[in-house]
């Protein structure tokens, strides 16, 4: 094989792989209750449901330290209730004795993995009558010697609601953070965290900050 050839081959294959080990990250199926025009929330509590206890404090750090930035006195549930995942009463008596006016519930809505096939990698040389019969069997020998090679893609979806402790408490804001080709949850966290916390300045949720 030629070192063109070569060259060309693996400025493709370098130029896929730095597509695919791109996130994509968006947030989808917002709702916001319309009736709500009590103004910033202040102090919340940040409840991630998961078992495993390094990816709850992992989502409950991250969204503590970004509501922090707006001016949210915000707290990560497992500094209240440590090694164990809380249930609905719990929840509810430790807002109400910390005085928190919102909830933040963080849980995972679903995880898919989908297989998918990259195209041959299309080699090309000028037409030429003249070029010699080893220079057309290597363009097609290049053709079939480079298949397509299998990716593996994997769409986590996180499902995020506010809610607040006043009135017997009520559900104020949801929305689903959607991240497609990254398998590691707090890779999922950096990427879903910043995406909510813009969507809830915007809808005046939370505070813009300083």
């Not at 430790?94 to 297989?115: C, H, N, P, Q, Y």
């Not at 057309?136 to 397509?148: H, N």
């Not at 009135?167 to 909510?196: A, K, Q, T, Y």
């Amino acid at each position: 094989m030629s070192t063109n050839v070569r060259f060309h081959f693996a400025a493709t294959v370098m130029a896929s792989l730095i597509l695919l080990s791109c996130a994509s990250t968006q947030l989808s199926h917002t709702w916001r209750d319309a009736s709500y025009t009590t103004g910033p929330l202040k102090k919340i509590l940040v409840v991630a449901v998961r078992k495993d206890q390094l990816r709850r404090r992992t989502w409950e750090d991250g969204f503590a330290a970004a509501l922090s930035w707006h001016g949210v006195d915000a707290t990560p549930s497992y500094r209240l209730i440590a090694e164990t995942l809380p249930d609905t009463g719990l929840i509810k008596t430790v807002a109400r004795e910390g005085s928190f006016d919102g909830i933040m519930l963080v849980g995972r809505a679903s995880a898919k993995t989908t297989e998918s096939v990259t195209a041959s990698s299309d080699i090309t040389s000028a037409d030429s009558p003249s070029q010699p019969w080893g220079g057309w069997y290597s363009e097609y020998y290049d053709r079939e010697y480079y298949p397509g090679y299998p990716v593996i893609n994997e769409i986590v979806k996180d499902e995020i609601k506010i809610w607040v402790t006043r009135g017997g408490g009520r559900m104020i804001w949801s929305g689903v953070g959607e991240v497609h080709e990254s398998g590691e949850d707090e890779d999922v966290s950096g990427e879903i965290i910043p995406l909510i916390v813009r969507e809830l300045v915007k809808q005046g949720i939370i505070a813009a900050g300083s």
